[in-house]
């Protein structure tokens, strides 16, 4: 197993030199507008140098009201030129990065404009978000694919969708959080369809052979939450219309 540790392996059509993954983590390193740093850009050049196959990037998010963490990098159209700084240096170094897409959902920073698939209220916050519109949903959608769009432009080498941890894609396939009864709520595949519409998106933006890799929990640990036999089920749908990972 060691061995194989260190062999290189393609992820999709990306050759990685070893199978070692930087899973993403928040760093809190970009600038208030959410521009990625000097220190950003050297944490990921360093992680490079020292040899990790693929760095996942900490999340971006593709929308402001998305933005869930102070000092969170933003997916915008202003991030393009620092990220190209970045993922020159890493390859530069041998690495290879993706680009994390998020939107926070009901767990934004700032309550007032958050938006989940219905109304509730997050533990860490004043009030309650409310349920996003169907217009709404639309424009995220577009937002996911722009934002990939951007990454492919700026030399990443493949982007991951964040669909966990109670962000806003999470938020929708719960039934816990999701009480819609519209065509995003009820049932698995109506809780799954902003999911797997984000995910057709961004495979139109970037095309077929560049690789998208999506996070997402087992399970939500809740009463009438999302469950490992639902994530089974999303993990397949998305397979068959091409996910790499």
Known sequence: MKRHLFESCFLGSLLLRNRFIRSATHEGLAD????YTPQLTDLYAKLAADEVGLIITGHTFVSPEGKASP????????????WRITTELVHRNGGKIALQLAHGGGKALDWTTSIGPSPFRH???????????AAELDVIVSAFADAA??????GFDAVQIHAAHGYLISEF???????????????LENRMRLLIRIYDAIR?????????LIKINSEDFVDGGFSADDCTAVCRELEQRGLNG
Request: contains cysteine; aromatic residues 8%; charged residues 25%.
């Open 204 to 212: 139109r933006a970037v095309g077929n052979a560049f690789p998208v």
């Open 173 to 187: 396939l719960s039934p816990f959080y999701n009480k819609r009864t519209d065509e995003y709520g009820g049932t």
């Open 71 to 82: 000092k969170q990098s933003a997916a915008s159209d202003a991030a393009v030129e620092l």
């Open 32 to 35: 208030d507008s959410g521009l």
């Open 149 to 154: 769009e951007r990454a492919v432009n700026a």
């Open 123 to 133: 533990p860490s916050k004043k009030g309650e978000c409310r349920g996003a519109s």
